[in-house]
């Protein structure tokens, strides 16, 4: 079986502005795949070229096995695209959007009925299927937008920033929906995001983008481990330590980097939650009694910042995009 999605130096030039620069990116069948990075990154335009929505300046790729640039009818079929700007139909019923759509994609007449209440009823919209979509709130316009997305069953969907703008509420809807899709299985998922969270909660693997290129690849868990030191312990002891029992702690494997502050000890480490037990034996070996102690891991945040040098919200922040898109900056 042919991989979801292959790319292979795919690229994207607008003059001389190179927005998505020579990537390679493979991602398998049933994979939830995170594409995060800063406005302006290039995941919008990577995303359009992999959903044939956007000529490619150079490079291939294939999606459900389809070349992109040649067969626009089978991808079309194999695959569905929810864009990052709202584009059901206001003036129409939730129904009747999803209905026109299953007319376009041919769903026969009798499978019709079931398949929209299925959908509808998924994303707890079944209730409101006779209101005008002009009544919706965002989150159930975006909540409808993916069921219209699942109407002939796509072998890969392709969300971009499904819930930028949505209060915290209407995100979590939209995570479990993402959660439930990913159940039936075999639906390879493709989700554009710049909240860090959101790829952390949802995705099996994340690719970072920056300025057009990706940056870093793997699982949350990969990308957090490979910044040196990534795990932060903090610990509180009855007593202060004494030079000779820092050096030591120093010298367990794994350990980084110590602070110490009477008796407060900062230890930055790779693998802190087996590291912590081992600590805690050195310092009772010394007669030192553990009062508080805590495990906290870097977040993909300041992965970007490791490996850009730049905070993902600065570059929005400064983004030409963000505000053409009349954004206010926290949702940037
Ligand atoms: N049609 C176009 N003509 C010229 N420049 C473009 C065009 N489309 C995109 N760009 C530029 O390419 C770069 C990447 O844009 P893109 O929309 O892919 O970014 P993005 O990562 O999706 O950003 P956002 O998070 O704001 O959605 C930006 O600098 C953008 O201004
Ligand atoms: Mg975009």
Redesign the pocket.
């Known amino acids: 079986m042919t991989a979801a999605i292959e790319a292979h130096q795919l690229t994207?030039r607008?003059?001389k502005?190179v927005?998505?620069d020579h990537v390679d990116l493979r991602v398998e069948d049933g994979e939830l795949f995170g594409l995060l990075?800063?406005?302006?990154?290039?995941?919008?335009?990577?995303?359009?070229m992999l959903t044939g929505l956007?000529s490619i300046s150079e490079g291939s790729a294939r999606v459900a096995g389809v070349d992109v640039r040649r067969d626009t009818a089978a991808l079309r079929r194999a695959i569905s695209v929810v864009p990052?700007a709202l584009t059901s139909d206001l003036d129409l019923t939730g129904y009747e959007n999803l209905d026109i759509y299953a007319r376009f994609f041919s769903v026969p007449r009798a499978q019709r009925q079931p398949r929209i209440e299925e959908l509808l009823k998924s994303v707890e919209l079944w209730d409101r299927r006779q209101d005008l979509v002009s009544t919706y709130s965002g989150g159930m316009r975006r909540r409808l937008e993916i069921a219209r997305g699942l109407i002939h069953r796509p072998r890969v969907l392709f969300l971009?920033?499904p819930t930028i703008g949505l209060d915290p509420q209407s995100r979590h809807v939209i995570w479990d929906l993402m959660r439930e899709l990913r159940k039936g299985g075999g639906l390879t998922i493709s989700l554009?995001t710049?909240y860090l969270d959101e790829a952390q909660a949802l995705c099996d693997r994340v690719a970072i983008?920056d300025r057009?290129r990706i940056v870093a690849l793997g699982t949350p868990a990969e990308l957090k481990a490979a910044v040196s030191g990534s795990d932060t312990l903090e610990i509180t002891v009855d007593a202060p330590i004494s030079d000779t029992l820092a050096s030591a702690i120093s010298q367990l494997p794994d350990v980084r980097k110590l602070d110490r502050a009477d008796v407060q000890l900062t230890v930055h480490a790779d693998g802190g939650t087996r590291l912590l037990p081992r600590v805690i034996e050195v310092l009772s070996a010394a007669g030192i009694k553990v009062l508080a102690a805590s495990v906290s891991q870097i977040s993909l945040e300041d992965v970007f910042i490791h490996l850009t040098g730049r905070s993902m919200r600065d570059n929005?922040a400064n983004?030409?995009?963000?505000r053409r898109?009349g954004l206010p900056r926290r949702f940037?």
């Not at 983004?319 to 963000?322: C, F, G, Q, R, V």
């Open positions: 994207r607008f003059g502005f927005a998505v990075g800063p406005n302006g990154a290039g995941k919008t335009t990577l995303i359009r956007q990052q971009d920033e554009t710049h983008v057009g929005a983004s030409h995009d963000a898109a940037s």
